[in-house]
């Protein structure tokens, strides 16, 4: 009997047994549908060096994360479980001066323990930078040659600002901050020019929006502006008055305006000694009052509302080894995430609120807080402060010269 051609043999066009059981049981593992808002709101927690990774996944994910308003809500979850940044400042001798090459940043988890978040390279070199001032998770770096860089620390981008006018006092004085308003970010920032008359000092005040290309001239502050840091509060920075350059100052802090770029007097808390440091917590400005016979440290804060109450929530002892000898005594820099953080000349305190205890976390030339780990120098500054993560592009402020 001669074999059938293949030819003649019907194919069945039903599926085999086996594969319906096999399609049927993956069917069971199979995830749901997710909702568009679940799948958004799931996204917002997570850490933005996942949601970098994630625009690759599809194009509807990387239209929903890049898009305004979930990088908003991002940050508003970012914001409620911050991190803590450290920039430690090493430097380079070249003609005589010292000069940064790279710049690290880093996230502190507790301990001896450090995440590089991003190591910024500067071919050319910068001067050396001053105490970064952090809004939103994006960062100002000024240097004392006048240059300006805003960075993102998550996105690992940074450009460079506008030239700004010269400046004949050393030292750069400059705030960053938000206007809720305009939505817009803005750098103010203060300096010093000699009257063609008199040829005394004039404290003179300019204002860059990001996204463009011109600094422009506000008025001038009412009282001289000191060289400490500014912080930013709800749209407006407040700057400390240099009693060196005024005869008479007040008991007030100037506050900047953001909206209006107008300046107003603030009232210091009413401590019996002058408020020498300031910062933003959780929302609030938080001032610092060091008494240096009792090395006691006052910690203010005000809620910012129509009354503007001062509060004085807590009276650190300072041990005698943690004071600032040179130049002069000042109150470590505050710093908060759960428990209250200390810096002192390149030593970090950890004050615990329940014991009213500080415990030294770091003191040899070997930690984290007087070395660059990834440059192996010895760093010269640190800077530490609170940290939110964001997804914010900043491209649109200028052109961005670096991307690593």
Not at 61 to 73: G, K
Not at 319 to 345: C, G, H, N
Request: hydrophobic share 40%.
């Amino acid at each position: 009997m001669a074999a059938k051609r293949c030819a003649d043999n019907l194919v069945s066009t039903r599926p085999r047994k086996v594969m319906r059981i096999v399609i049927n049981s993956w069917s069971r593992f199979m995830p749901p549908y997710i909702p568009d808002d679940v799948m958004f709101n799931i996204l917002s927690w997570l850490p933005s060096k996942s949601l970098i990774r994630f625009k690759s996944v599809c194009k509807a994910w990387h239209a929903m994360i890049s898009s305004p308003c979930f990088i908003d809500a991002h940050l508003e979850c970012s914001k409620r479980n911050p991190s803590i940044l450290m920039v430690p400042g090493a430097y380079e001798k070249q003609d005589g001066e010292n000069i940064a090459f790279m710049m690290g940043l880093y996230k502190y988890h507790g301990g001896k323990t450090m995440e590089l978040v991003h190591m910024q390279n500067f071919p050319q070199g910068i001067g050396v930078w001053t105490r970064p001032v952090q809004c939103n998770g994006l960062l100002l770096i000024p240097t004392m040659n006048h240059e300006m860089m805003i960075c993102n620390p998550s996105t690992r981008q940074i450009v460079f600002l506008p030239k700004v006018s010269g400046n004949i006092c050393t030292g750069t004085r400059a705030g960053f901050g938000f206007d809720p308003h305009s939505n817009k970010y803005k750098v103010a920032r203060s300096f010093y020019q000699r009257d063609s008359e008199t040829q005394e000092l004039v404290c003179k005040f300019e204002v860059l929006t990001l996204g463009t290309n011109a600094w422009r001239q506000t008025e001038d502050p009412p009282y001289p502006i000191d060289a400490l840091t500014p912080v930013h509060v709800k749209g407006a920075i407040y700057w400390i008055v240099c009693s060196s350059l005024c005869p008479d100052p007040p008991n007030a802090f100037l506050r900047f305006c953001l909206t209006d770029e107008k300046f107003s007097l603030f009232p210091c808390p009413p401590s019996n000694v002058k408020s020498v440091r300031f910062t933003e917590v959780e929302g609030e400005l938080c001032c610092a009052c060091f008494f240096s016979e009792t090395l006691a440290l006052e910690i203010w804060n005000c809620s910012g509302g129509q009354s503007l109450e001062w509060t004085r929530r807590y009276v650190i002892q300072i041990p005698p080894d943690v004071v600032m000898k040179y130049p002069v005594e000042r109150p470590p820099l505050i710093v908060f995430r759960e428990k209250m953080f200390l810096l002192a000349f390149k030593k970090v305190y950890r004050y615990d609120i329940e014991t009213c205890t500080i415990v030294e976390l770091a003191s040899k030339v070997s930690d984290f807080t007087c070395y660059e780990p990834y440059l192996e120098k010895e760093a010269r500054d640190l800077h530490l402060f609170n940290y939110a993560e964001s997804l914010a592009p900043i491209r649109e402020f200028c052109e961005v010269t670096s991307v690593c």
